[in-house]
């Protein structure tokens, strides 16, 4: 990516992790801010680049194309009928009141007294005083009349609402219906013309009106004017959407290209052009997302001109230590990875421990001791440390949140989510640095990680990610947890496993994308001696002597 920006090329770098997506960009952020301006005669260029998820982009792109909006159109429909109905009626109750009560009221347009009249009259209904009191609160926001000019003030409240309404819809059908929403993206950007018949869009313009900006565009055309999008604005409205996602001929880099999904991979050649995409692209060994290993050389059966660059199987991360200990378990599962470890003077460490019952005073000790060896070595805590733990619900007989999603497959799955448990040891390391919890949606979705802070995440989260030291604590109970989800039992779906194997090479293949985050440290807290994974790491340590330090 550094390259292409040398060359004053666009780029855009796509990935699955949004931590990852943060890392890079501060990278490419500095790096951009080092190049000296261009000093050629027609002036200086500027960089275009952009770092996102893969996930974020289609988003971005189906709600662009008006695809979410189309597959969500009986429900908003429904709801906007709602809106509409009670706002007419509540507006016209309004203007009665005030009719009534215009001295009351006085001339200074407060909408306290408004309010108080809606609460107390019998001519709404609860769904419509709700509708009313919210109308006025966006008038008094908004510096409107909350006494004259309704009709002019109620079309922008709806078109207000509509907005918001949209991004819910939106939202919740990306969520769960998400491989249907890629198969209608790839629809709408491979033949707009077909698309335009099979959703009847000439007949959407009051659904699309605001996401494919009809509201600002084309105001001369006749047939928009009364309320239909003509075919071949449509078209010109897909060929813009396309044009702007690709920054020109930008280069597009996509990370973990292996678990793509072909609807994924197919859209991204549609719309940014083989000749222009970078893929690394790892093995079986690294497969986490799908039960398919994403083929990039062919797109709807069609082969694709391409070169492939093997990087070998050096790791550019792992010291000896840390990567010797990462191999056994994978030849101990039947993994792929076989990597040969950078090479360093100091072959980095491996910290085993199997204590029971494990305290705070324990959990201090191998703070204060992974937070000093990232010190000595000039890392910033956020470098210096990454602790990984385990999702777990706070009580054994908490319910589980049960919603549905459609695979990609479409079949229709049950998606359980647990109350997660606030880590016992998170006052501990409050107490040695300043941390970002990444466990804690509030603080996930609201804040990034700074510079200062060790970073604490679930190991769903870990991927793409590094740190001079990583800690893993109770990575078994994280190993029995893959190993009992229902994708285990369908991996690598197209090579003879029993089905035991099967479950423990889909949990061996997230413990080690754990495992392999380290550079020089990687120390592993292990609850159970007894469970599989345990049984591996002691074999390992009765097999290995003075390959590491063990607490027991």
Not at 265 to 290: C, M, P, S, T, W
Not at 301 to 321: D, E, T
Request: hydrophobic share 35%.
């Amino acid at each position: 990516m550094t390259k292409h920006l040398r060359k004053r090329r666009s780029a855009r770098f796509f990935t699955y992790n949004h931590l990852l997506v943060y890392d890079i960009t501060k990278t490419i952020h500095a790096f951009s801010n080092s190049l000296k301006p261009d000093k050629r005669e027609d002036g200086p260029i500027n960089l275009h680049y952009s770092v996102m998820t893969l996930h974020s982009f289609f988003f971005r792109l189906s709600k662009n194309l008006g695809v979410l909006l189309l597959m969500t159109e009986n429900r908003v429909s429904h709801l906007k009928g709602l809106l509409t109905q009670r706002i007419n009626t509540s507006t016209e109750i309004l203007k009665s009141i005030i009719a009534i009560n215009g001295e009351k009221l006085g001339y200074n347009n407060d909408s306290r007294i408004l309010k108080e009249l809606i609460s107390n009259t019998k001519k709404l209904d609860l769904a419509q005083k709700e509708v009313a009191i919210d109308y006025l609160n966006y008038l008094h926001i908004n510096n409107l009349s909350v006494t004259s000019g309704f009709e002019l003030s109620s079309k922008k409240y709806i078109t207000y609402k509509m907005l918001s309404l949209e991004s819910i819809c939106s939202n919740s059908i990306f969520i769960s219906d998400y491989y249907g929403v890629l198969k209608n993206i790839f629809k709408a950007i491979n033949n707009p013309s077909d698309f335009y018949d099979e959703y009847n869009i000439e007949l959407k313009f009051e659904l699309l009106y605001a996401t494919m900006a009809y509201a600002t565009s084309y105001l001369n055309n006749e047939e928009l004017q009364g309320g239909k999008i003509p075919r071949d604005i449509y078209i010109k409205r897909v060929n813009k959407v396309l044009s702007g996602h690709r920054l020109g001929e930008a280069v597009i880099l996509i990370d973990e290209g292996q678990d793509c999904h072909r609807d994924e991979k197919d859209i991204l050649y549609k719309v940014f052009f083989a000749k222009n995409i970078a893929v690394a692209n790892g093995g079986k060994e690294q497969l986490i997302r799908h039960v398919e290993l994403c083929n990039w050389t062919a797109s709807k059966g069609i082969s694709i001109p391409h070169k492939i660059y093997s990087s070998g199987n050096k790791s550019y991360r792992l010291k000896k230590r840390p990567l010797h200990i990462c191999n056994f378990i994978a030849n101990r599962f039947n993994v792929e990875l076989d990597l040969i470890p950078l090479e360093t003077e100091d072959h980095g460490e491996v910290i085993i421990d199997f204590r029971q019952p494990y305290g705070e005073l324990m959990a201090s000790e191998i703070f204060e001791n992974l937070l000093l060896k990232g010190e000595v070595n000039f890392c910033c805590p956020y470098e210096s440390l990454l602790i990984l733990l385990n999702p777990s619900r706070k009580n054994v007989d908490d319910d589980y949140s049960t919603s549905a999603i459609i695979n990609e497959y479409g079949n229709i799955e049950e998606h359980n989510e647990a109350t997660e448990n606030v880590w016992q040891f998170m006052e501990m390391l409050g107490r040695h640095c300043e941390y970002w919890d990444g466990t804690n949606d509030e603080i996930r979705n609201q804040y990034i990680p700074a510079y200062g802070e060790v970073r604490t995440i679930f190991y769903n989260s870990c991927r793409g990610l590094e740190a001079w030291s990583v800690a893993c604590f109770d990575i078994d109970k994280f190993f029995d947890k893959k190993r009992s989800e229902k994708d285990a039992e369908i991996y690598l779906m197209d090579t003879v496993f029993t089905l035991e194997e099967r479950k423990s090479m889909y949990a061996s293949t997230w413990a080690l994308m754990a495992m392999t985050r380290a550079i020089d440290t990687l120390y592993l807290k292990i609850s159970d001696k007894e469970s599989e994974f345990g049984k591996a790491i002691l074999e390992y340590t009765n097999t290995n002597p003075g390959k590491f330090k063990i607490y027991q």
